[in-house]
């Protein structure tokens, strides 16, 4: 088994992190996951708007049209070499001005790469076994010790989007159907998931609607609001509305 190295000292990067609190109070994003329903979307009329992708967005077509605000990942494997080689090419292809989030983990191997030393790289630390579906609880405060969700977008992006003050989130191609018979799990063309099929379609999915509702509860407590602007999947835990809806809003 490959060991990972953790830094020693996160303290520096904890203070980098807190320049992100509050940073977008009372604003609205869009969470964008890497689903089937974004084939054929247009997300031109994002362009401009606060964004996070996540995973593999960097192979959509509209990339350079986004801009994408934020980059997360949280599943080791993406910095792998026998999963993922090209992983270090495929991250130079967001734009310069996106602002990346990977796991602290993983720090040396993104600095020995030729990401090098990007300047936009933020590195949160997650703890695996803190799983939120069976704690009810979720730690949004990213300069401290994530949990896991069983997703990025519960693992890292709704924590960093409460943290950054965002009053209003939209989901966005989160369809929330592994292993559900409806065919391909990706807008691109998929590659093997790092799980089987059983597992997306029993557990995975009880995992993450229910982590899910935990993130609902806790963005309710707040006056905050969680919506589902995905065409379609199975994410029933928040209140849907459509993109077009959604960006005519105030």
Same mark, same amino acid.
């Given at each position: 088994?490959?060991?990972?190295?953790?830094?020693?000292?996160?303290?520096?990067?904890?203070?980098?992190?807190?320049?992100?609190?509050?940073?977008?109070?009372?604003?609205?994003?869009?969470?964008?996951?890497?689903?089937?329903?974004?084939?054929?979307?247009?997300?031109?009329?994002?362009?401009?708007?606060?964004?996070?992708?996540?995973?593999?967005?960097?192979?959509?077509?509209?990339?350079?049209?986004?801009?994408?605000?934020?980059?997360? +990942?949280?599943?080791?494997?993406?910095? /792998?070499?026998?999963?993922?080689? #090209?992983?270090?090419?495929? *991250? $130079?292809?967001?734009?310069?001005?996106?602002?990346?989030?990977?796991?602290?983990?993983?720090?040396?191997?993104?600095?020995?790469?030729?990401?090098?030393?990007?300047?936009?790289?933020?590195?949160?630390?997650?703890?695996?076994?803190?799983?939120?579906?069976?704690?009810?609880?979720?730690?949004?405060? +990213?300069?401290?010790?994530?949990?896991? /969700?069983?997703?990025?977008?519960? #693992?890292?992006?709704?924590? *960093? $989007?409460?943290?950054?003050?965002?009053?209003?989130?939209?989901?966005?191609?989160?369809?929330?159907?592994?292993?559900?018979?409806?065919?391909?799990?990706?807008?691109?063309?998929?590659?093997?998931?790092?799980?089987?099929?059983?597992?997306?379609?029993?557990?995975?999915?009880?995992?993450?609607?229910?982590?899910?509702?935990?993130?609902?509860?806790?963005?309710?407590?707040?006056?905050?609001?969680?919506?589902?602007?995905?065409?379609?999947?199975?994410?029933?835990?928040?209140?849907?509305?459509?993109?077009?809806?959604?960006?005519?809003?105030?």
């Amino acid at each position: 088994m490959q060991r990972i190295e953790i830094p020693v000292r996160h303290a520096l990067e904890r203070r980098r992190l807190e320049l992100f609190r509050d940073r977008h109070r009372g604003d609205r994003c869009f969470v964008i996951g890497n689903g089937p329903s974004l084939r054929g979307r247009d997300l031109g009329p994002l362009a401009g708007e606060a964004t996070f992708v996540t995973n593999h967005f960097y192979f959509h077509p509209q990339l350079r049209i986004l801009q994408p605000t934020y980059y997360c +990942v949280s599943d080791l494997s993406f910095f /792998g070499t026998r999963n993922h080689p #090209d992983w270090p090419r495929n *991250l $130079a292809r967001l734009p310069a001005t996106t602002v990346l989030f990977f796991p602290v983990e993983l720090q040396r191997r993104v600095r020995a790469s030729a990401l090098g030393q990007h300047p936009h790289i933020h590195y949160l630390r997650c703890d695996r076994t803190r799983e939120i579906w069976r704690l009810g609880n979720m730690n949004v405060d +990213v300069t401290g010790i994530l949990g896991t /969700g069983d997703s990025v977008i519960l #693992d890292v992006c709704l924590p *960093l $989007a409460h943290f950054m003050g965002f009053s209003e989130v939209y989901l966005l191609g989160c369809d929330t159907d592994y292993g559900s018979g409806s065919g391909t799990a990706h807008f691109y063309e998929a590659t093997t998931p790092r799980r089987s099929t059983e597992y997306h379609r029993d557990a995975w999915y009880d995992n993450v609607t229910r982590s899910y509702t935990v993130a609902k509860d806790l963005f309710d407590a707040g006056g905050r609001r969680i919506y589902n602007a995905t065409a379609g999947g199975r994410l029933e835990v928040f209140p849907r509305v459509s993109l077009e809806e959604a960006l005519r809003r105030v």
